[in-house]
């Protein structure tokens, strides 16, 4: 079994950057595919970024390009976040998640690994 933990949110303010975390715990000796959406309140959960499992091919959401940055630690299955000039938008619960084999990066039926989420709050 899989389990992914999210790490790193947080309360900042407009401008300032925030990385986040997350690990695969559990059965780690295959390479995921791994990615990040957020959820803000009343809203539906959104494409943020993802990595494939070498680390070589990235996508981002076009709300987040050219801000945030997505990265594999060298044991592949710990996956990072770096966002900079975080904006009041940007306010959202961030959920990792990771599959084997991911055709479409940017639909959250493509993976069936999650996280609980972790809170980035960006104060305006």
């Known amino acids: 079994q899989v389990h992914l933990v999210e790490s790193g949110g947080g309360l900042v303010q407009a401008g300032d950057s925030l990385r986040l975390s997350c690990a695969v715990t559990?059965?780690?000796?295959?390479?995921?595919?791994m990615a990040w959406f957020r959820q803000a309140p009343g809203k539906e959960r959104e494409f943020v970024a993802a990595?494939?499992?070498?680390?070589?091919?990235?996508e981002y959401g076009d709300s987040v390009k050219d801000r945030f940055t997505i990265s594999r630690a060298d044991a592949k299955n710990t996956m990072f976040l770096q966002m900079n000039s975080l904006k009041s938008a940007d306010t959202a619960v961030y959920y990792c998640?990771?599959?084997?084999?991911?055709?479409?990066?940017?639909?959250?039926?493509?993976?069936?690994?999650w996280g609980r989420g972790t809170q980035v709050t960006v104060s305006s």
């Open positions: 990595i494939n499992w070498s680390g070589r091919i990235t």
């Open positions: 559990g059965r780690t000796d295959n390479n995921y595919e």
């Open positions: 998640a990771a599959a084997l084999s991911v055709s479409h990066y940017r639909y959250s039926f493509a993976y069936d690994n």
